[in-house]
């Protein structure tokens, strides 16, 4: 069975700095597929990346950054430079590839972001 | 594109009554999935569909909750003789996925349900 885990489940921060959130993963298939969404006050869960697991590049993307480790079977996300409108829950999740009935999605539990002015 | 809408966006029902919910997937998306969250917790999946299909149900969907996905395009949940810990907000998502591999799902705004 897969499983996330985010370890952190609170993080609070003044404007500016940096933030990792940590993001632990479990499962035995070989392909599968690793995703960080972004749940604002507004309850939305807003995509932020999507990775595949035999694509071990860290990506960046404005003021995001992602660090995939299969050794590690971590998948971290760090803000530079947050800011306040970077405040919500933060989710890892997990799906496992080629499955003919479709790719659900395995949540951790969040890691909620409070950034102070 | 328009994203995925849900509707309502909240319902508060008394315990017993019946519930439906609608989701309107983005357009074109061959998939679409409901998933429930309850306070403080990640979403869990309940059931997925592939155009009119429903391909795969957890074991948290019991039998008071039917899904269905007429025509593959919209789909609508309903909760029956609804209990206190159907409390939770419901979550539908909608991907598209021509052949193999994975897909990214996209998330609607969520219906809050609250059964007194």
């Known amino acids: 069975a897969q499983k996330v885990t985010q370890a952190q489940t609170e993080i609070s921060v003044v404007e500016k700095e940096d933030v990792t959130l940590d993001c632990v993963y479990e499962?035995?298939?070989?392909?599968?597929?690793l995703f960080w969404y972004k749940q604002p006050p507004s309850g939305e869960l807003v995509f932020l990346i999507r990775r595949n697991s035999f694509d071990e590049q860290n990506e960046i993307s404005g003021r995001y950054s992602w660090n995939f480790q299969k050794s590690t079977s971590s998948f971290n996300f760090t803000i530079t430079a947050s800011q306040v409108v970077d405040s919500a829950v933060y989710f890892c999740a997990l799906s496992e590839g080629v499955k003919a009935a479709g790719n659900k999605l395995t949540f951790g539990g969040g890691t909620r972001v409070l950034v102070k002015p | 594109d328009t994203g995925v809408s849900q509707d309502p966006r909240h319902k508060i029902t008394k315990r017993g009554q019946n519930v439906t919910f609608r989701c309107d997937p983005i357009s074109e998306h061959n998939r679409l999935y409901w998933y429930r969250q309850t306070l403080g917790q990640g979403p869990e999946f309940l059931t997925y569909?592939?155009?009119?299909?429903?391909?795969?149900k957890s074991r948290l969907l019991s039998d008071r909750f039917s899904a269905e996905r007429p025509k593959g395009s919209f789909s609508t949940l309903e909760i029956q003789r609804t209990e206190q810990g159907d409390s939770a907000m419901y979550l539908c998502?909608?991907?598209?996925?021509?052949?193999?591999?994975?897909?990214?799902?996209?998330f609607g705004p969520g219906t809050r349900l609250t059964v007194l």
């Open positions: 499962t035995r298939d070989t392909t599968y597929y």
């Open positions: 998502a909608s991907s598209y996925l021509a052949g193999g591999g994975g897909d990214t799902q996209y």
């Open positions: 569909f592939q155009n009119e299909a429903q391909l795969e």
